[in-house]
């Protein structure tokens, strides 16, 4: 299964995104993250410390895919419309972070644009850096999505201070000591888990139309 994550804007937490969902993923199956980034950011962030899974550059990811794996890639930042087209294409789910601002907000309506211009459907969007409460705008982004029928995760990532330190010393959120350390992880996890069922969800369509109907035997 190949998870690429993609975004119109910089700072929306993509390589963050690609990070947490290959740690959680990681503990499926052996996963694979491609650093398809020219600023090389997922490779910096596991040049500083210790990830549980292998970073790669796209040009050496190749001979290292486990076919029973997973492989999530963090692409560059605003992709051009045939490399996003490119993306839609080569990979099972699209993730597309946001954070819910006005600016973020914008680059997504844009990422939206061209992917329902090539009549995709297997993309999700992910509501990122949510302020803390009482503060809403990430349940009022939620809401706005869902009313334009925009397919967007139930589960959003909370901003928490942990997440750059985790950068930092070049660690999963998880293994930083901070007291949110463990909540910016249960975010993740349960976007994780989303994805498993998004993922299952879609193999029984796939396999229930391809049983054949009794009347097609006669």
């Not at 080569?90 to 597309?96: F, N, Q």
């Not at 844009?110 to 459907?121: C, F, N, Q």
């Not at 990122?128 to 925009?150: D, H, Y």
């Not at 998880?174 to 993740?188: F, M, P, T």
Request: aromatic share 8%; charged share 20%; net charge negative.
């Amino acid at each position: 299964m190949i998870i690429t994550v993609a975004s119109f804007k910089g700072g929306v937490g993509k390589t963050t995104t690609a990070i947490h969902l290959a740690a959680f993923l990681q503990g499926q199956a052996e996963t694979l993250l491609v650093d398809a980034d020219p600023n090389r950011s997922a490779l910096g962030w596991a040049s500083r410390g210790e990830l549980p899974f292998q970073v790669m550059d796209e040009w050496n990811a190749g001979q290292n895919v486990n076919p029973d794996g997973y492989v999530v890639i963090d692409t560059q930042a605003r992709p051009t419309p045939e490399d996003l087209s490119a993306l839609a294409e080569t990979c099972d789910l699209l993730v597309l972070p946001t954070t819910p601002d006005v600016l973020a907000l914008d680059a997504l309506v844009l990422t939206v644009e061209y992917l329902k211009a090539i009549s995709t459907s297997h993309y999700r969007i992910l509501i990122t850096s949510i302020p803390p409460k009482p503060r809403k705008a990430g349940q009022e982004v939620k809401e706005l999505l869902q009313e334009a029928n925009l397919p967007v995760f139930n589960h959003g990532i909370r901003r928490f201070s942990a997440f750059q330190k985790a950068a930092l010393k070049g660690l999963p959120v998880y293994a930083v000591k901070d007291a949110r350390a463990e909540a910016g992880w249960q975010d993740y996890e349960n976007v994780g888990n989303e994805i498993l069922e998004i993922m299952e969800s879609r193999a029984l369509t796939i396999k229930a139309q391809e049983v054949p109907e009794i009347k097609d035997f006669f």
